[in-house]
């Protein structure tokens, strides 16, 4: 009978949740991703310009474009924070590093810094970023609450992450809904890790928009 009752609550238990990507796939067709991501139409629910405003990009701030992709956002992150200030457009595909290269020349963005990562880690500056920008990509991560201890510890002092990311539900863009995290869900996450909701901005017709701050110990006391 004991063993029976064992069994049983061990069924009755929750499943301890994931924290690991929803879906992995390649983005080396580079070509294909361009269409993906700089299709035209983008920008009107997109709304780059809005959520960099409301996110707090300013001039000379040192910004993470993580998961950067082909460089939607972060060609208007390095117009924005100018000369003095970077934008380290993070990837951990070869082939979309080496086209943010191309269009950072072709720019004459030398502000523009794109930079090739591993998987499982971010390759921040120690205490070097003032904001990471993470769009479409968290979904994307593995280990995420051991993957936020090293996006703490490559923010500054005062430092914040903004994550940008579709909401469930039956619309023209964004993956499936299996693939999404809620906003609760990606909450709870930074919750667990020490970390603190600062902006909640729901604006864009098919996304979140939410910053958060790091544990003090580790972001930049």
């Keep these: 009978m004991l063993a029976i009752a064992l069994l049983l609550a061990a069924l009755a238990a929750p499943a301890e949740e994931s924290h690991d990507a929803t879906i992995h ?17 983008r920008d009107a629910w997109q709304k780059p310009d809005a959520v ?26 390095a117009k924005i924070v100018g ?12 082939k979309l590093v080496d086209y ?6 072709k720019a004459n963005l030398a502000q523009l810094v794109p930079v090739l990562a591993p998987a499982d880690d971010p390759q921040l500056p120690p205490r070097g970023v003032d904001l990471v920008l993470i769009v479409d990509t968290w979904h994307h991560i593995d280990d995420r609450l051991h993957y936020l201890a090293k996006l703490a510890a490559g923010l500054k002092a005062g430092g914040r992450v903004a994550v940008v990311d579709f909401k469930k539900g039956d619309f023209p863009v964004g ?12 909450t709870a996450e930074f919750l667990a890790a ?13 996304q979140y928009v939410l910053v958060f701050t790091p544990p003090a110990a580790s972001g930049g006391a």
């Design 25 to 41: 796939h390649s983005f080396d067709d580079v070509a294909k991703w361009v269409g993906v991501f700089d299709d035209p139409g």
């Design 83 to 94: 000369d003095k200030g970077r934008v380290l457009a993070i990837d951990i595909e070869p």
């Design 52 to 77: 960099l405003h409301a996110i707090g990009v300013k001039p000379g701030m040192i910004v993470a474009d993580l998961g950067a992709g082909t460089g939607y956002f972060s060609l208007p992150l």
């Design 175 to 186: 993956p499936p809904d299996a693939h999404k995290l809620t906003a609760d869900a990606i």
């Design 194 to 206: 020490g970390w603190k909701p600062a902006t909640h901005w729901d604006e864009l017709p098919y």
């Design 100 to 105: 943010m290269k191309e269009r950072a020349t």
